[in-house]
């Protein structure tokens, strides 16, 4: 923890000096894997746990074993129109689901992604758009706050995957301004993030689009899981609650059947 929290200090300061907005910094936890579970009972698991999230297996080769269930859409198209959201700020839920007293902070860390996501559709000249929200979207045993824009996809049909770079890997996965963030995190961060942080869903298979961003993973290996977890850092963030921001965010992936999953 102690390593994590310098760095997290370390970034408040650099935030403070200019030089970032936000940025997301992330973390990798181990656990085992009992004999007794396959990785189709915990897939199955999984799904049973993130009801409401896009849970996927893929399993290729040279690139391993991924599974997740993540709650945050990239984009979405139905019907002729665009949907993408804006999904930031993090609380637990410990009981079940209740109202949530969102602190300035939180809503300040969300309103970062939701005003990039508003910049980048102004970029491509999109200005007939919906947007709704922030709303509490409760996703396993956390919640977070989400803003919906709907807009037609006139501007970006022929442009489809300018318009994705755009818009991803943006300030909920990475940071703002985006180009530092992600300089600082490829330079700074004590692992490789792989797949994590990414995307994937539905291409175009029979016309239906459906992509989302890649967290709430793990990568899995013989007896053992990798959780990728990370947390978003602004000025106002404690260190000790951004670690453990990422806890509960893991512990999504910590399938516990008699202790099957467990953290080493």
Known sequence: ?????DTINHLIDQIKA???EKIVISR??????????????????????ADSAFVYLVSLPGIGIWMGGTP?????????????????????????HH?????TEMKREQQIVTDFIADRLKYFHIENYSQTGPVTEY???????????ELSGDKIDKQLTFFIDAIHPGPAVCGFPKEAAKEYILNNEKHRREYYSGFLGNW???????LFVNIRCMKIL????????????????????????TNHKAKLLLIRTGGLLFLR
């Open 72 to 96: 945050e859409l990239l984009l979405v198209e139905k019907n002729g129109a665009y949907h993408t959201i804006s999904l930031a700020g993090t609380v637990p839920l410990n009981g079940g």
């Open 28 to 49: 990798t936890i181990s656990a085992n894997i009992s004999r007794c579970l396959t990785i189709g009972k915990l897939f199955m698991k999984l799904k049973e746990k």
């Open 99 to 103: 109202e949530i007293e969102w602190s």
């Open 204 to 210: 175009k298979i029979e016309n239906d689009l459906r």
């Open 139 to 149: 996703a396993g045993n956390v919640a977070h706050l989400k803003t919906t824009f």
């Open 222 to 245: 013989a007896h053992r899981a990798i959780i990728y977890a990370g947390g978003g850092i602004t000025s106002g963030s404690v260190p000790e609650s951004e670690w453990e921001e």
């Open 18 to 20: 200019g030089k970032f």
């Open 1 to 5: 923890m102690n390593a994590l929290t």
